[in-house]
């Protein structure tokens, strides 16, 4: 059969008006059940972070293994199903460790009787010289019971990158000449940071820096000094006790995640899914019934 033969396949104005017509509500209604349900998620996100729900900023897919102050071996993924707060410190400069040892005695005491929760120092410096009998005296200092609370040395550099790459905690500042004197060799930050019983990390990055709680205050301090006014402001009464307002927010979040009944998996995107599915579905089902026809 030669091309000039060929007889143009017949139109169905109303065919096609139908199909647009489908597709247009089938992609309205889809994308309206979508934003709704994303708004019904957001709710209930926000109801869940007012009870204590924290975000989730990474996960540890990679284990650190370490020498605990008892000088025996261990890894944090032996921590798997506990919720534990971790935190650098340095073991020779016993003022660096101030503000650390103090939040984590107070959760110690908070958290005496429940058997799901943990605590971990990581020394920042180098286990030939300071290595675990050090870690030993410092953890008999403040009361740490090995089965409750590590204190753990490892390889220097190692230990730093996991901190900062997995943990997130932040860099540790190496003072020299002069600012030795003032400062201490070295400057870790007084961060603690959540880890649930899935390894994941909770809390936003800046989240229980007490070095930025107690900025905040002194900032505070200044400016309502500066302009007393300030004080009248609902907020001032929040950033002059910075600190506090970390610790109650921390006791929150680990109340909540060791009670969270939110199972380890990724978001849900069935709604999205089966819109998606249901638009292919019909462009596939109008595209036989549009065969047919041509070849009837």
Known sequence: MKATELEPAERD???IRRTVIILIILMIGGG??????????????MVEVEKG?????????SNFKAIAQDGKARDLFQLEGKLWVVAPIVASQPEENEVVFREMKRL????????????????VEDPNKVGYEKLAE??????ADIDRWWFLAADQKEIRGYMKDNLKIGLVTEHKGDDIQKYGKLDVPAKLRIVDQS???????EHYDFDIAKNIELRTRDEIAKDPELAKRPESAVYLNMTQEFQKRMVKV??????????DKDPD??????VVIAIVLFIIIQGIRLRKRVNG
């Not at 009787?113 to 020394?123: I, K, P």
């Not at 995107?269 to 089966?274: D, E, G, H, M, S």
């Open 53 to 61: 729900r924290s975000p989730i900023i990474g996960r540890l897919t």
């Open 108 to 123: 110690a005491d908070h958290y005496k009787d429940e058997e799901r929760f943990h605590l971990v120092c990581l020394s």
């Open 254 to 263: 680990i109340d909540y995640t060791l009670e969270e009944k939110e199972s």
């Open 269 to 274: 995107y069935k709604t999205a899914l089966l």
């Open 138 to 143: 410092v953890a008999d200092k403040v009361g």
């Open 13 to 15: 104005p109303k065919a």
């Open 32 to 45: 309206s059940l979508i934003w709704w349900k994303y708004q019904q998620s957001e709710k209930e996100k």
């Open 199 to 205: 390894r994941r990390l909770r809390g936003k990055v």
